[in-house]
């Protein structure tokens, strides 16, 4: 499959064993060396600039799953990279293009569904344009080490555990994440404060109480349970990644033991050692034992009916970021992320669909070989807030 000679193997996500503890604690370690907020509001400030400009009314319609991954592939590309990829004023950004590209190629339906077609017919125009996006990744890592800065490569490049090969296919991962899981959880958001404006209007409501006119930071950013409230029922009803990665069974008889527990019809399933099992996020979201309703849109599950803060909910049951040492890496700083350009949406602008949209009735998202939730063709309305 062509995506790993793009993603490689020697990163935090398809590492195993020692190798993946290497990587883990050099990523961790970067990560949580501080969560960028100030930057984060800041880029975001950016793109009102192109939305409008002054307190005026203003309709501006986007297609918002394109808009969202060039805002996040701007901040994921500053903050995480330290390269600012421009995408917010030149939205046909080369590098960008250059990966869309790549990443349609891999995503070409037949070869995916059929993976010995790669062996039997090369893609060479495919293979080029891959290594030559490889290379790109590379010059980004050469320049980073000449001109260090306040940012996670540059934190990683202070440890010294890993190859450069190892630091640029986590550059990869990096990008892919920021690029488009992260979008594709902020269309959500946006579509399903479109659909139950009551959730918006509190939302908002809340949002304006925490910062007045104030940036997003740490200490305000804690008074908007809500608001998280939204954002996590977003990430639970249309999961940015629908599933895992495959694991590998090593152990089956331990397997065995397990399983009685964990199925519901109370059977057990022999799983052979060295199978691959992929587990289905959706059917655990979307489990009524845990989620009654679960196709209703409710940010109240994710809070205390008695004080409306936030509840405390059983981690293995919402699993947008995965569960466990594999889990995300980067979940605190998407989350972060995600809360900040929500809570500035929300402090400035108000938006809804458009009585055409496609997604009136229902969210869509387009085809995805990698197991993403994008939602497809979904234009929005948004109007300035009037101060």
Known sequence: ????????????????????????????SALN???????????????????GDGGRLLTFSTTLTEASRFILCLLSGTT?????????????????????????????????VFPKLETWFPRKHVIRKIDDLVNDFGKLLEDKKQRPGNDMLTYMLEEP???????????????????????????????????????????????????????????????????????????????PIVSCL?????LSPILRAIIPDLCSNGKSYHIPAKASVIMNICAIHYNETYWPNPYKFDPTRFMNQGDGEEARIDASLWLPFALGPRQCPARNFAMYELRTLASMLLQQW????????????SIKNGFSPFALSLPKDM???????EQ
């Not at 006119?213 to 998280?228: A, G, S, T, V, W």
């Not at 108000?350 to 009735?361: F, I, R, V």
């Not at 234009?379 to 807030?385: A, E, H, L, S």
């Open 379 to 385: 234009d929005i309305i948004f109007r300035r807030v």
């Open 350 to 361: 108000e938006w809804n669909l458009p009585a055409d949209s496609p997604h009136h009735d």
């Open 161 to 239: 555990e890993m190859t450069d090969e190892e630091f640029r296919d986590n550059m990869v991962v990096f990008f892919i994440a920021g690029h488009d899981t992260t979008a594709g959880a902020m269309s959500s958001f946006v579509y399903y404060l479109s659909k139950h404006p009551e959730a918006q209007v509190r939302a908002r409501k809340e949002v304006v109480a925490a910062l007045g006119k104030d940036e997003p930071n740490i200490e305000n950013l804690r008074h908007m349970p809500f608001l998280q409230a939204c954002i996590r029922e977003s990430l639970r009803i249309n999961t």
């Open 1 to 28: 499959m062509l995506l790993w000679r793009f993603v490689g193997r020697t990163n935090v996500i398809l590492s195993n064993g020692v190798n993946w503890q290497r990587h883990s604690r050099v990523v961790k």
């Open 246 to 250: 495959s694991l590998m069974v090593i």
């Open 80 to 112: 995480a990279l330290g390269h600012d990829f421009n995408t917010i004023v030149d939205n046909h950004s080369p590098f960008v293009a250059k990966y869309n590209e790549v990443m349609d190629s891999i995503a070409s339906p037949l070869f995916l």
């Open 33 to 51: 060396r501080n969560v960028p907020i100030e930057k984060f509001a800041s880029l975001t400030k950016r793109l009102f600039s192109v939305m």
